[in-house]
């Protein structure tokens, strides 16, 4: 992928211009500078301006005294700059600025996003050609998720704490989480894993599901034909039983022939096959008269009785009431006694005492009582006319009582004598229920017989699944893979004796379970953090990164940018002295230290000329010209001594700004 870095930028918070790094395209740009001038935040401002997860950068002078951080790139589709906020107190922010064109002037300032971190993975992600699909189908493991821009920087970052180190060997392979993903993208960057083999596999998932949905429904289709051919027979003589078939018919031995017969009890005429109710209509209309009968005659027993009942407490009141006038007549009784008094006319009873006018008053309330008592005994009675009603309502509930009893015999009579016409009734329900099956079986018979169809389906899934399956074989996916290992391990061999290897030419195997090389030494084959001296490891490094580029250039539209940086490489051999430190004289080449640096810018210097403009290398080291000087390739971008990425007034500045 022609991907070019051509500035790096930063945007001050105070009122200045923006610092501007200039890269050069296609040769290898070097950045030389003394300790604590910020070479190593380069490559942490580049990855967090692509879109990285975190920012990374270092906090303290350049995340204080920066707003904004920019890259402006080159590729196919011209010049993109990719600018992102400082995150202040935070991991990150999604806050991006995206701006294409042709040619772009860099801003003085940037003050609003236009974008975001998640839209600018989707334009690298579009600018390298990644494919959308995800490794595996329906998958849920993070590592196993489509190919990202993001996963690509494993390939060309070497920063100072990879890029001779034993134990990892590319960019953030440090972590559970990048360590996976990286070795799931491997076969797909060496091309044995192709956009055309993850587009197979989810075809292939869907017709493995199609396929089993297809299976299953032949096999249940199966089942209930072989179970309904085991049947067929039974069901011809249950036919010839409910008198669909003549009595005469004989059992078919032959598969098609009980078809066909079926076939025609199915298109019976199910009424005409229904017993006729001219033999059994006077039963079944006599029983539906007597049963609205009995109901009717029922109710009238039940109101009859009721009435009694009614009557019976009425007459039990009458009784009660008529008690009471009684006792209240005998004590009225009293007014007989005191006129007998009077007529005796006896001194010695009271009442003759008295005095004429008292005898008078004695008279007049004997009056009053006989008249209260006539009263009394003249109350009517009503026991005479309940009876009377009592008598006539228990002659009518007899009469009603023998008539539900006659309705019950005759019902029963006639419930047994209708037994016949029961059963032709139960026989045209189990007739209908009978063609119903048949029919319904008759259907399925059919979809079975059709399944023909249903079986070429299937055969056509196996052949296309069979196509697929080539496609994403394994075994071929290892072939290619073991095929591309090959020529990378064969570049990288051809690397090594240029470089300060202890073994030059013992051959080596990149191992992607592990993320590592292997020497091969006769009959031993050590992983690199097996095999000692800063020296190796910084050799094998840079053989296998530079191989892994020249792969990559060789392979048409490859997604992987052409460009790699190296942060420090000269660390295994400095401060043994100072690059360049002639305080003891003049700079010794015999120096075998200062040779073994060199050669790495040389060899860098000659892949990027052979790459013919298409592949970039940037280095930040401490190194200056008197080691790398004078060397095809290598360019001088910036020294910086006695300056810094972060120019000084910036500093200056921001400490006497009480912001800080």
């Given at each position: 992928m022609y991907f070019q870095l051509l500035k790096l930028i930063l945007w001050p918070r105070i009122d200045a211009p923006p610092r501007v790094v200039n890269f050069k395209p296609g040769v290898v740009n070097v950045i030389s500078g003394a300790s604590k001038t910020g070479k190593s935040a380069v490559i942490p401002i580049i990855d967090y301006c692509l879109a990285a997860d975190k920012c990374a950068i270092p906090v303290g002078v350049i995340r204080e005294n920066c707003a904004w951080f920019g890259v402006l790139i080159e590729t196919v589709e011209g010049q993109k700059l990719l600018a992102r906020r400082e995150p202040g107190d935070q991991q990150k922010t999604g806050d991006m600025v995206l701006i294409e064109a042709p040619d772009i002037p860099i801003p003085?300032?940037?003050?609003?996003?236009?974008?975001?971190?998640?839209?600018?993975?989707?334009?690298?992600?579009?600018?390298?050609?990644?494919?959308?699909?995800?490794?595996?189908?329906?998958?849920?493991?993070?590592?196993?998720?489509?190919?990202?821009?993001?996963?690509?920087?494993?390939?060309?970052?070497?920063?100072?704490?990879?890029?001779?180190?034993?134990?990892?060997?590319?960019?953030?392979?440090?972590?559970?989480?990048?360590?996976?993903?990286?070795?799931?993208?491997?076969?797909?960057?060496?091309?044995?894993?192709?956009?055309?083999?993850?587009?197979?596999?989810?075809?292939?998932?869907?017709?493995?599901?199609?396929?089993?949905?297809?299976?299953?429904?032949?096999?249940?289709?199966?089942?209930?034909?072989?179970?309904?051919?085991?049947?067929?027979?039974?069901?011809?003589?249950?036919?010839?039983?409910?008198?669909?078939?003549?009595?005469?018919?004989?059992?078919?031995?032959?598969?098609?022939?009980?078809?066909?017969?079926?076939r025609r009890v199915s298109q019976s005429n199910a009424r005409a096959a229904q017993p006729s109710l001219a033999g059994i209509d006077v039963a079944l209309q006599r029983l539906q008269e007597l049963?609205?009968?009995?109901?009717?005659?029922?109710?009238?027993?039940?109101?009859?009785?009721?009435?009694?009942?009614?009557?019976?407490?009425?007459?039990?009141?009458?009784?009660?009431?008529?008690g009471a006038i009684r006792?209240?007549?005998?004590?009225l009784a009293l007014a007989d006694w005191f006129r007998g008094l009077a007529a005796k006319g006896s001194d010695e009873?009271?009442?003759?005492?008295?005095?004429?006018?008292?005898?008078?008053?004695?008279?007049?309330?004997?009056?009053?009582?006989?008249?209260?008592?006539?009263?009394?005994?003249?109350?009517?009675?009503?026991?005479?006319?309940?009876?009377?009603?009592?008598?006539?309502?228990?002659?009518?509930?007899?009469?009603?009582?023998?008539?539900?009893?006659?309705?019950?015999?005759?019902?029963?009579?006639?419930?047994?004598?209708?037994?016949?016409?029961?059963?032709?009734?139960?026989?045209?329900?189990r007739l209908e229920r009978f063609l119903g099956r048949v029919e319904q079986a008759l259907r399925l018979y059919d979809a079975t017989d059709q399944s023909a169809g249903l079986g070429e389906e299937i055969d056509a899934l196996k052949v296309e699944i069979g196509?697929?399956?080539?496609?994403?074989?394994?075994?071929?996916?290892?072939?290619?893979?073991?095929?591309?290992?090959?020529?990378?391990?064969?570049?990288?061999?051809?690397?090594?004796?240029?470089?300060?290897?202890?073994?030059?030419?013992?051959?080596?195997?990149?191992?992607?379970?592990?993320?590592?090389?292997?020497?091969?030494?006769?009959?031993?084959?050590?992983?690199?953090?097996?095999?000692g001296s800063g020296a190796n490891w910084l050799a094998y490094h840079v053989a296998v990164t530079l191989a892994l580029q020249k792969f990559f250039l060789t392979e048409p539209h490859h997604p992987v940018p052409g460009l790699l940086i190296y942060d420090q490489p000269s660390q295994v051999y400095f401060p043994k002295r100072a690059a360049g430190d002639d305080s003891e004289g003049p700079l010794a080449w015999r120096d075998q230290d200062v040779v073994a640096v060199r050669g790495v810018f040389e060899l860098l210097g000659d892949e990027v000329i052979a790459a013919g403009g298409r592949l970039q290398a940037i280095v930040l080291d401490h190194a200056d010209d008197e080691v790398w000087g004078r060397l095809a390739g290598v360019e001088l971008t910036e020294e910086w001594r006695g300056q810094a990425l972060v120019p000084r007034e910036w500093i200056a500045s921001s400490l006497s700004t009480p912001e800080f």
């Open positions: 003085d300032r940037i003050t609003e996003k236009n974008t975001n971190a998640d839209a600018v993975k989707a334009v690298l992600n579009r600018l390298a050609g990644l494919t959308n699909l995800d490794f595996e189908p329906a998958s849920d493991v993070g590592f196993r998720a489509r190919p990202s821009f993001r996963d690509l920087m494993a390939f060309t970052f070497q920063p100072q704490n990879i890029v001779a180190n034993p134990d990892v060997m590319f960019f953030k392979a440090d972590t559970t989480e990048h360590r996976e993903k990286l070795k799931t993208i491997f076969p797909y960057v060496l091309g044995a894993v192709t956009p055309a083999v993850l587009q197979a596999r989810f075809e292939l998932d869907r017709l493995n599901r199609d396929l089993r949905r297809k299976e299953n429904e032949l096999r249940a289709l199966t089942a209930a034909s072989g179970a309904w051919r085991t049947e067929a027979q039974a069901w011809v003589r249950q036919a010839i039983e409910l008198g669909v078939l003549s009595a005469e018919q004989a059992v078919p031995e032959a598969w098609p022939d009980i078809v066909d017969l079926l049963r609205a009968e009995e109901t009717s005659v029922a109710s009238q027993l039940t109101e009859h009785r009721q009435r009694l009942n009614e009557l019976r407490r009425l007459l039990e009141s009458s009784e009660a009431y008529g006792i209240q007549r005998d004590r009873e009271p009442i003759v005492q008295l005095s004429d006018a008292g005898r008078d008053q004695i008279l007049i309330l004997c009056e009053n009582l006989d008249a209260l008592e006539v009263r009394l005994r003249t109350h009517p009675s009503i026991s005479d006319t309940l009876d009377k009603e009592v008598f006539r309502l228990r002659a009518a509930t007899e009469v009603v009582l023998g008539r539900l009893i006659e309705i019950r015999r005759e019902i029963a009579r006639l419930e047994r004598d209708s037994e016949a016409a029961r059963q032709e009734t139960d026989r045209f329900d196509r697929l399956q080539g496609v994403v074989s394994e075994n071929e996916i290892r072939r290619k893979l073991r095929n591309a290992l090959d020529r990378i391990e064969n570049m990288a061999s051809r690397l090594i004796p240029r470089l300060d290897a202890e073994w030059p030419d013992a051959p080596i195997r990149l191992m992607i379970e592990d993320l590592t090389v292997k020497v091969i030494r006769g009959s031993r084959d050590d992983y690199l953090w097996e095999i």
